[in-house]
T-cell receptor, first 114, second 116 residues
Framework: GENVEQHPSTLSVQEGDSAVIKCTYS??????FPWYKQELGKRPQLIID?????GEKKDQRIAVTLNKTAKHFSLHITETQPEDSAVYFC?????????????FGTGTRLQVTL | ETGVTQTPRHLVMGMTNKKSLKCEQH?????MYWYKQSAKKPLELMFV???????ENNSVPSRFSPECPNSSHLFLHLHTLQPEDSALYLC???????????????FGEGSRLTVL
């Protein structure tokens, strides 16, 4: 089955700096790669996703890159703000149809300090 | 409000108790999921239901018994649990209507389970 590894497990940056979180996956057939953000005591929520037919996607201060050959993808947050502090999870799956099985990484705890 | 509600939010039970977790979604989704979230571990998929039919049982011990009476409701029945089963149990749904990103999971707030 799919295996997703995520690094680093914790990341501390100063407000305004950039943050990068990296994930690798094992199943070359995986073609959908979402990122979820979980604030303390809250539910995980999708913040951005990318499909294997594109190499990069951007949404305001957040961007994801995908390298299919190397089987890794990354989340980039620019101009970090305190409200970006949360745990971020990457995931991978084959397809996006109903009841698709997402395999999650272990999470990265991002702390944005003033 | 994301449309996925879970009850109870907190549950403490002994190893010999029988309890149930409930999940309800108001998003018109066809698929529902149970995930287990433990400290320093990835979100672990437990069960998947698609149109009320179980499509995935991820090698979950039989002391966890899911039930999906319809596409809007999902239960997780618990009996003779172990202390290592203490975790946050998250319900999710997907397969949404127009406007939802394909494949997006909508999670509930979770049920924090403590097994004594």
């Amino acid at each position: 089955g799919e295996n997703v590894e995520q690094h680093p497990s914790t990341l501390s940056v100063q407000e305004g700096d950039s943050a990068v979180i990296k994930c690798t996956y094992s199943d070359s057939a995986s073609n959908y790669f979402p990122w979820y953000k979980q604030e303390l005591g809250k539910r995980p929520q999708l913040i951005i996703d990318i499909r294997s037919n594109v190499g990069e996607k951007k949404d305001q201060r957040i961007a994801v890159t995908l390298n299919k050959t190397a089987k890794h993808f990354s989340l980039h947050i620019t101009e970090t703000q305190p409200e970006d502090s949360a745990v971020y999870f990457c995931a991978a799956s084959l397809g996006t149809g109903t009841a698709s099985k997402l395999t999650f990484g272990t999470g990265t705890r991002l702390q944005v300090t003033l | 409000e994301t449309g996925v509600t879970q009850t109870p939010r907190h549950l403490v039970m002994g190893m010999t108790n029988k309890k149930s977790l409930k999940c309800e979604q108001h998003l018109g989704h066809n698929a529902m999921y149970w995930y287990k979230q433990s400290a320093k571990k990835p979100l672990e998929l437990m069960f998947v239901y698609n149109f009320k039919e179980q499509t995935e049982n991820n090698s979950v011990p039989s002391r966890f018994s899911p039930e999906c009476p319809n596409s809007s409701h999902l239960f997780l029945h618990l009996h003779t649990l172990q202390p290592e089963d203490s975790a946050l149990y998250l319900c999710a749904s997907s397969g949404g209507l127009a406007g939802a990103r394909a494949g997006e999971l909508f999670f509930g707030e979770g049920s924090r389970l403590t097994v004594l």
